[in-house]
Structures are given as C-alpha cells and as structure tokens.
C-alpha cells in the first residue's frame, strides 16, 4: 500500500488561512493515524485530543473541543453519536466521519487485539468493552472471530447506523462528509483532495504530505476484502444477518 500513497512533499498553507477547525471521527481501524497526521502536516494544524478515544463509547471533552475551535487544529475520535456528544460536534466547522465495512473493520479489529496482546499492552486491552472474556486469547483464531463477530461486529454496525442518522437529518449539512476506509484505499489523492476542498482549502494551496504508512500507524494488510476469503459460510451468514441492507447499498458493501 506504501507505493499508493506516494505524494509531493508538503507545502503547507499559511498560518493565516482561514481553515477552520477539523475533527476527524472514525471507526476504528480505519487509517486513523495516519489519515490525522497527513492532513495535520497538509494544513499545518496543531493535533488537539478531545476525547479518550475509547469504542464504541467516546465522550467529547467540552473545553478540548473549545481548544480545538480556537486553535483551528484538527482532532480525531471515536465519538458515537449520542446526544451529548452531538451539541459538542456541532460546534465544530468541518467533520470529517469517515466509515469501514462491518465485517472488514471487526476482523481488523481481531489481529489488533492480538498486536495488544503480543506487547503486552494490558491497559489498552482493559479499555474494551465488554471486557474480553478470561480465556479470550486462548480460543483458536477461528473462535475468537465467532465471539467478535457476535459482541464487536454489533456495535460497529450500531455506531454507523447512529451516525447515519444523525447526518441525515443535520441541520448543517455543509457542516458534515461522510468518506470511507473504501475510497481512501482506492483513491488516496482523490481522498486527500476532496477533503481539502471540502475544509475550505484553495484549489493549488497545498500539496499532501508525505507520511510513510508503518505498522504503527495501524497499517497491517490494507485489504478491504481480506474478510472474504477468511469468514466462513457461518459466519458470512451471521455477518449479513447483522448488517442492514440498506446500509450495504448506500456504502457498496457486497
């Protein structure tokens, strides 16, 4: 996927530009990482955390969040759509929400539990919720994605469905992009530059920034349909059963 994301070296726009601020709220395992530090390093933005970052349950900070407007930084989150956390995101000029496939996102989702487990990152995994169950990593892989494809693949379909409906019926559309991990991985420039208009930026105003995708930035395969040739006849069965058809017509989910 390196070779893809090849680009000019950043040109950032000046400190006076009126790029408002920018949150970046995703599901996770989407290229978070290095989708905020291209775009913080493109528009020359401060990075300002305004939650916890925790799924399916983010809760925006409310004096983050006034940083972040008055600093014109960018941010990004997990935040669910609740009702609290909507009069925060409103606040903000620019939200970028950005999606994944169900079903590729709850294995991704499995592989980077397993990267927690094997540097013994015991906090992180404590922040998962449910809580894994004790012998959780002693299932055979097979097993492990029975149980996230009944407790995780749930709530990531809830956390899409919640913000779809919040979008639709957002007072401020042009507030609002919807994007998926789908169109970053097929067409990064084209990605990048829809954003870039989308925040306000001149046409020619800034060239992407060149960050090299590392494991560390949540890069494994990159593969939006690895889930196809791991999910068995079972559990592609249980996953379509979970995901609304709607949804997989309005995001050209097969």
Request: proline share 8%.
């Amino acid at each position: 996927m390196a070779g893809n994301m090849a680009a000019p070296d950043s040109a950032p726009i000046p400190d006076s530009a009126p790029i408002p601020a920018i949150l970046l709220n995703t599901l996770p395992k989407s290229a978070s990482v290095y989708i905020l530090e291209t775009l913080a390093a493109t528009l020359d933005k401060p990075v300002v955390t305004i939650s916890s970052g925790y799924f399916p349950l983010d809760l925006a900070d409310f004096r983050s969040v006034n940083q972040l407007i008055a600093s014109r930084g960018i941010a990004q989150a997990h935040l669910d759509a609740s009702e609290f956390n909507q009069r925060y995101i409103r606040k903000v000029d620019k939200v970028i929400v950005q999606f994944r496939d169900p079903r590729q996102a709850t294995l991704s989702w499995l592989h980077h539990l397993e990267r927690l487990a094997e540097g013994s990152q015991h906090d992180l995994l404590g922040t998962v919720s449910p809580a894994l169950p004790p012998e959780y990593f002693s299932l055979e892989f097979r097993e492990k994605l029975d149980y996230q494809l009944r407790i995780y693949l749930p709530q990531v379909v809830g956390w899409i469905s919640d913000w779809n409906e919040f979008i639709d019926h957002c007072s401020r559309p042009q507030q609002i992009m919807i994007n998926t991990y789908e169109s970053f991985v097929s067409q990064p420039q084209k990605y990048f530059d829809d954003i870039l208009d989308f925040v306000g930026c001149p046409p020619g105003g800034a060239s992407i920034a060149r960050i090299e995708p590392t494991r560390e930035k949540n890069f494994r395969l990159g593969d939006p349909d690895e889930w196809l040739q791991v999910l068995d006849e079972d559990q592609r069965a249980l996953a379509d059963e979970t995901i609304p058809s709607a949804l997989k017509r309005r995001f050209n989910w097969q």
